[in-house]
């Protein structure tokens, strides 16, 4: 179904700007997320296999409100795979050289039990330019 | 000198100037002056602070606190409250737009962070296989806009107006590209997107087309429009599988939404896109080599002109921008040109993305303004050398560029600086090398890639740089002459100023500059026949320590080509003509008088 | 549109010079030389080789970042021009060592010693070291044709002959191959010549500045036929050698030489010199009957001509659906071939097997042509050995005959007779005319009045007329180049052709201009020249059409019947086969 007008297009963006926001800064929303890095450089580094661990995890907690998110890559080579964990009403949290499990351990301590673990963060040293 | 207590920085730029921050500045004068702080407190006019939509600006040194859409009257709060009283000026302070905070901390500002990302804005944040997710960031918006409500002059002079310059090399403005293409009259033109990035450690283009491919599509449609082109062509590497796959998705995405296809926003405007598979051949980044592999014929440049604006696809008016040029394309639409050309260096706008490689940390891309230092890159975004070790030189612009060493690690980067120390932009690699790396084969390295990737169509890159890539190997075997050196310098101008396109044309320049940074290196290797790194194991030397040798004539024993000398209980040479650096007297001594080179 | 005068500078001179032209063009008028070796100007034959790839012609031109090459550089209203600064004569320099540097160092012996463009440059150009020693390109010759041999060793990577073979013939063999220094030019995924679908008609060879594409050499094989005994040498020369072989002995071009050529061939030992123009004729009262033939019965038309080896191998790869539209008519040399081994030996009471018949061709594709199985039989070829113009000129220097001084002499007869209507197979449009003079005082019975159809003549690369001939407006075509003789081909396949005859000749200008001929290095004027000699030739002849050729006449008397008749169905004509386009 295709999109008539700009009007059209505005609407659309309406509906789909909340996910995006609790991304940047963690707002509202219902739903937790985990991007993981699926670009060329995630994937050799093992991005696939934490997919699968995740997932695995959320379909044996039997989780409802997590969704995983395969995005592009933010340019931290060093520190494949990278997911990005965000919670509603938190910052969201960037974790680096994520194994198998690390993955776990993040899922156990920081989805289940909200408490993010410090030492395998990265800290974001970018700025995103804003679309007005 | 006097030390001052505090430090009042008014933006002296230009787009805070023109919203007044002069008559602030005064006014702060004036101020202190009266007030009788002029011996505590200076006033400075600084350059841009890159932040020009909130200007004008005033920074307050060492607290540290930023205030923005400073006007004369505030500028008496913030002496009488701040300067005075130590009291910040709450209600001046930056707000994130979107979560409302107050950010007192300059550095704790998102903007002030070294990397601001343009091309990369929405990679790692959004799904790249979900247009809708690209939708809520603001995707097609500026399509939108572009095709309702702006003719095509009006984008040329929004994107000329931006400064926006070739991201895949060569630097030439965009929005003249595409008034040229414009302009040309035609049935039939074509935009084409290269893709075919091939410079050795670079990946932004991937990185980008993996991550946010709708912004590329996006960006092609507005060109396609503006030109006057109901066709886009995506030229990509099929080493890209992973690019190809998302752009597939991307572009059925975009059609299933008619933001691709007929009556796009339900204007007369059609447009679509195609891809096309290259082979992978550095070459194909040219854009006569590139158009001629896309009409299935080999992959070699032609004469310009006509340049492709001119004659290009099928024959046909075509402008050929490179991905990350694109990127910055609906950003530059919906932030304005104004936006844009605030960031970045007199004439060089906006942004670029690096690809970190070599020695360094942090090993990744980085997004940084024009104007941003290699010291900034390399150690506050790369985290320095790796291994604390010292850092020799960074190599920008990949095979077409040249080393930038120590005394220019605070060069400003943009097109024009980097020209001007005998490198170039390139499509954004930076490889560093840290003083393990010898110059020599690193010259040699970029020499053997560049004649490989030689399409073979004219004498001096076929042949030229196949003898270049001989005298260099030379020199690294440890057979070369002072000769070799000025041949190879002439052979390298030559080839500069005679090959057909900018592969040749660039070719020597990784030669030419480190020839010129590192010629004592060249030297240590022809005349001293040494390679002060070790690198070059040509030029590797067994040696025997007159102190510990006993003259037990062992290692002559063993010299399979008998060059090494000297008599019983005396102490024994080897001959370096000769030797063949076998290793069979060092393993044969026994009192390690036998030197091994490193 | 008149051209727009412009002003330029050339090496400080003030000039002015039509826009648009090259610097290499404005130079040219400004009496300034600029070396060139990829470059090939060839605009009669709607070919220019762009490639602007040696760079041996690169200049300064202010205001420009490097130096740009003067074939292909439009000049510009205030141009500054230096051809001879040191950074441009260095460069050029350099350029040429260069490709000496990758060029094997065999000028001794050579097929293109003193023929050879890269070594005039290096004459030129004074350049008496190579400093850029180094690898060199080592790759295989390819001698798997029986016509053209491809020494990719010695390409120089011009482009020149890709241009001709794709651009002008259309045939899409040759095109550069692999990248970097170890490219080069040979036919797709790099297959043998004898393997793609190459007609040889040798016009890249007459492009190629050195020695990378040349002919098969044959003429061993003559000295050893003419010195063995027991053989009965016989040899014919092609209506465009006498045109031709003067130009290798320091004649002007379009010098006619018949009576020296027949002079020197005998001084070489040959035992009969006969004349591939009287098979010309005899060509001509078959190919007539069969046009009249078809015109009477409704058969096949156009009904095209057949003489030309390296057109028919082009229509049997290119277009195979069209096999029944070329006559059946074998090639003059090939009939004579015949005609030598069947009549003139019985005639004569000479073992057929003891003859060796030696073709002197302008053309590359009849060295290949006497090869194919369907005109050898029992193993026994009609025509045993071809050697182009060259070649002969080669023999003749060797065997230390003064050409320029030789006397004059006549053909052996019975198959050195001839008529001005054969001689003028030479050129393009020469066979359709001699057939239209026979066919149309057969169809009226009527004797022509002039003979010359000069609205069928020229230069144009399609060319068409229309000959009233009793009540039928014959419509005549002509192509010469095989890109020219595509667009015919093209109509009739898709049923549009107007025409009820058409000549093809594969070669620019005809034979005059085969791949067999003195190179012209780029000169057209030259093939102009040897066409205007053709016509006189034919003008001097007392007979001009070829059915009045008395030899000709005696032959069907004595042994073949008549036209179209079995005998000479059985002798004279052939077949086509259809064959894979690679």
């Known amino acids: ?132 | 000198m006097t030390v001052y207590r505090t430090n009042i920085l008014v933006c002296g730029g230009t787009g805070c100037v023109s919203s007044a921050s002069l008559d602030v500045y005064n006014k702060f004068k004036k101020l202190i002056t009266s007030a009788g702080y002029d011996k505590e407190v200076k006033i400075i006019k600084t350059g841009c602070f890159g932040f020009c939509e909130q200007g004008p600006i005033v920074k307050i040194e060492p607290d540290n606190v930023f205030y923005v859409k400073v006007n004369k009257k505030d500028a008496e709060e913030i002496v009488n409250e701040h300067i005075i009283k130590g009291r910040i000026v709450k209600r001046l302070l930056y707000k994130e737009p979107n979560s409302k905070r107050i950010i007192e901390k300059h550095q704790n500002m998102p903007f002030y962070k070294k990397q601001f990302r343009i091309a990369l804005r929405n990679c790692g944040l959004i799904n790249p296989e979900d247009i809708y997710e690209y939708i809520a960031v603001g995707g097609y918006e500026a399509l939108g806009r572009v095709i309702t409500k702006m003719n095509r002059d009006e984008i040329v002079d929004i994107i000329k107006k931006s400064g926006l310059r070739g991201r895949g090399g060569g630097g030439f403005p965009t929005g003249i590209k595409w008034e040229i293409t414009k302009n040309n009259h035609s049935d039939k033109k074509y935009i084409i997107c290269n893709a075919d990035e091939g410079d050795p450690g670079a990946f932004m283009d991937r990185s980008i087309l993996e991550g946010d491919p709708h912004n590329v599509l996006e960006a092609m449609a507005i060109g396609g429009y503006t030109i006057g082109a109901d066709k886009g062509l995506i030229y990509i590497r099929a080493e890209y599988p992973l690019a190809i796959e998302r752009l597939d998705i991307a572009i059925k995405q975009a059609r299933e939404l008619g933001l691709l296809g007929n009556n796009i926003l339900g204007t007369d405007f059609n447009f679509d896109i195609e891809i096309k598979l290259g082979a992978g051949a550095f070459v194909c980044g040219e854009e006569t080599a590139l158009i001629n592999s896309a009409e299935g014929k080999r992959g070699e440049p032609n004469y310009k002109p006509p340049y492709p604006a001119q004659e290009g696809l099928w024959g046909k008016p075509t402008c050929v921008n490179n991905v990350e040029t694109f990127a910055n394309i609906p950003a530059i639409i919906l932030n304005g040109y104004e936006w844009f050309s605030s960031i970045g260096t007199e004439k060089s706008k906006g942004t670029k993305v690096f690809a970190l490689a070599g020695k360094i940390n942090n090993v990744g891309l980085v997004e940084v303004p024009m104007g941003t230092t290699f010291r900034e890159i390399i150690y506050d975004i790369g985290g320095g050398i790796q291994g604390n070790r010292k850092f020799k030189a960074v190599q920008t612009g990949g095979p077409s560029g040249g080393v930038i060493t120590e005394e220019n690690l605070d060069t400003p980067i943009d097109y024009d600086s980097l020209s001007s120390i005998g490198s170039m932009m390139g499509s954004g690699g930076m490889i560093v090398m840290d003083d393990t790396t010898c110059m020599v084969d690193v010259a040699k390295f970029y020499l053997e890639f560049t004649q490989d990737e030689s399409c073979g169509r004219c004498t001096p890159c076929r042949i030229g740089t196949k003898r270049m890539f001989e005298i260099l190997t030379k020199i690294t075997d440890g057979k070369g002459t002072k000769e070799d050196l000025k041949n190879l310098e002439q052979l390298s101008y030559m080839i500069k100023d005679g090959s057909l396109c900018g592969l040749g044309q660039t070719a020597p320049n990784p030669v030419l500059s480190t020839m010129k940074f590192f010629k004592d290196e060249y030297l240590q290797h022809v005349v001293n026949k040494v390679c002060p790194t070790g690198r070059c194991k040509g030029l590797a030397k067994y040696k025997i320590d007159p102190e510990k040798c006993v003259g037990c004539t062992a290692c002559a024993k063993v010299c399979p080509v008998e060059c090494i000398s000297g008599k019983l209980k005396e102490t024994h040479v080897i001959d370096q003509n000769r030797c063949i650096k076998c290793g069979a007297c060092f393993e044969a001594c026994r009192f390690n008088a036998v030197i091994k080179p490193k | 549109m008149a051209l727009k005068n412009i002003n330029i500078t050339i090496n400080g001179k003030n000039l002015t010079v039509p826009e648009g032209i090259t610097i290499l063009e404005a130079s040219n008028r400004a009496g300034v030389k600029i070396p060139t070796l990829c470059h090939l100007d060839l605009h009669d034959l709607k070919m220019v080789n762009k490639t602007a790839s040696c760079r041996v012609c690169i200049v300064e031109a202010k205001g420009r970042n490097t130096l740009v090459p003067a074939c292909v550089t439009k000049v510009y209203d205030g141009m500054d021009i230096r051809t001879n600064s040191i950074r441009a004569i260095r460069a050029r320099r350099i350029a040429v060592e260069l490709l000496l540097s990758n060029h094997p160092n065999e000028c001794f012996t050579c097929p293109k010693n003193m023929d050879c463009e890269l070594q005039a440059l290096a004459a030129e150009l004074g350049i008496r070291e190579i400093k850029w020693e180094g690898e060199k390109i080592d790759l295989p010759i390819d001698t798997s044709s029986f016509a053209i041999v491809k020494n990719p060793n010695k390409c120089i990577m011009c482009r020149r002959c890709e241009t001709m073979c794709n651009e002008v013939q259309t045939c899409g063999i040759l095109s550069a191959i692999s990248r970097g220094f170890s490219s080069f030019v040979g036919p797709a995924f790099n297959i043998s010549m004898a393997e793609s679908s190459c007609t040889y008609c040798g016009q890249c060879v007459a492009v190629c500045p050195t020695a990378a594409l040349t002919e098969v050499n044959n003429t061993d094989q003559v000295w050893d036929a003419i010195n063995d005994p027991d053989k009965y040498v016989i040899v014919q020369t092609a209506p465009a050698i006498r045109v031709a072989i003067g130009e290798l002995f320091g004649m002007e071009a379009g010098t006619i030489v018949t009576g020296k050529l027949v002079t020197a061939l005998r001084m070489m030992g040959f035992d009969k010199v006969f004349d591939t123009d009287f098979s010309a004729d005899l060509t001509i009262m078959e190919e007539a009957s069969e046009l009249i033939n078809r015109l009477e019965n409704n058969g096949r038309l156009p009904m095209l001509t057949s003489c030309c080896p390296a057109w028919v191998k082009f229509i049997e790869h290119q277009f195979p659906e069209l096999l029944d539209v070329p006559s059946t008519c074998k090639s003059p040399h090939i009939m004579f071939g015949t005609i030598a081994k069947t009549y003139y030996a019985e005639k004569n009471n000479i073992d057929p097997d003891k003859i060796v018949v030696v073709s002197v061709m302008p053309c590359l594709a009849k060295k290949a042509e006497a090869k194919r199985p369907e005109l050898t039989k029992d193993d026994a070829n009609n025509v045993d050995i071809v050697i182009t113009t060259r070649e002969l000129g080669s023999m003749l220097k060797e065997a230390g005959i003064n050409f320029n001084t030789l006397p004059d002499s006549e053909f052996d007869n019975p198959l050195g007779e001839s008529t001005g209507a054969s001689v003028i197979f030479g050129t393009t449009g020469g066979v359709i005319e001699a057939a239209i003079r026979t066919a149309y005082e057969w169809m009226t019975g009527k004797e022509l009045e002039h003979v010359e159809f000069t609205q069928l003549r020229g230069m144009e690369g399609i060319r068409e007329g229309t000959v009233k001939i009793n009540d039928i407006d014959l419509n005549i075509g002509i192509a010469h180049g095989l890109g020219n003789a595509r667009k015919l081909l093209e109509d009739i396949r898709d049923g549009k052709s107007k025409y009820h005859a058409i000549e093809i000749m594969a070669c620019p200008g005809g034979c005059i201009g085969g791949g067999g001929q003195p190179y012209h290095h780029g000169n057209i004027e030259i093939i102009k020249k040897r066409q205007q000699a053709i016509y006189n030739e034919d003008k001097n002849k007392a007979i001009r059409k070829s059915h009045e050729n008395p030899y000709i006449i005696k032959l069907y008397e004595e042994y073949l019947g008549k036209p179209l008749g079995h005998k000479s169905h059985d002798l004279l004509h052939t077949y086509y086969t259809a064959k894979e386009k690679i």
Request: glycine residues 8%; aromatic residues 4%; positive net charge.
């Open chain 1, 1 to 132: 179904m295709g999109i008539k007008s700009l009007d059209e297009l505005r609407k659309i963006r309406e509906n789909s700007i909340k996910k995006i926001d609790l991304r940047n800064q963690g707002n509202e929303g219902d739903n937790i997320e985990i991007l993981i890095g699926m670009a060329t450089c995630g994937i050799a580094s093992g991005a696939r296999e934490i997919l699968n661990t995740l997932a695995e995890e959320v379909s044996k907690k039997n989780i409802k409100n997590v969704k995983i998110v395969p995005v592009g890559c933010i340019g931290y080579c060093h520190s494949e795979p990278i997911i990005q964990v965000n919670i509603p009403g938190q910052k969201p949290v960037i974790y680096g050289k994520v194994d198998k499990d690390r993955a776990i351990e993040i899922f156990n301590s920081h989805i289940i039990k909200g408490k993010a673990i410090k030492k395998y963060t990265l800290d974001i040293d970018f700025e995103r330019a804003k679309q007005l």
